[in-house]
Nanobody, 115 residues
């Protein structure tokens, strides 16, 4: 089974920015799905970070509101997460999936915020 492929993570200092990308393989029209970014910090459960509907309505976890922006390019079948004002608590592995986790989880992309 195919799974999303996330990229763009890395090590960044507090206050820095990163842009994550998620490519959805196969013949899947991401316009038909409510897409989402999740993250899982060490020792914690995976949590929903942001979502975007087919009408481009967005929702964010309270902890990232005003700092993160979710977007998509349907032609490229790619989901993005622009992360600004990063904080050490944002350190986690970031994943993308549908809002109902329809697909197998990918390997995610590691984001580490540290000075």
């Amino acid at each position: 089974q195919v799974h999303p492929v996330e990229s763009g993570g890395g090590l960044v200092q507090p206050g820095g920015s990163l842009r994550l990308s998620c490519v959805v393989p196969g013949n899947i029209n991401i316009l038909s799905k409510v897409m989402a970014w999740y993250r899982q910090a060490p020792g914690k459960q995976r949590e929903l970070v942001a979502s975007i509907t087919i009408f481009r309505e967005t929702e964010y976890a309270y902890s990232v509101k005003g700092r993160f922006t979710i977007d998509r390019d349907s032609a490229k079948k790619t989901l993005y997460l622009q992360m600004n004002g990063l904080e050490p608590v944002d350190t986690a592995v970031y994943y993308c999936n549908t809002i109902t986790s329809d697909w197998p989880w990918g390997q995610g992309t590691q984001v580490t915020v540290s000075s």
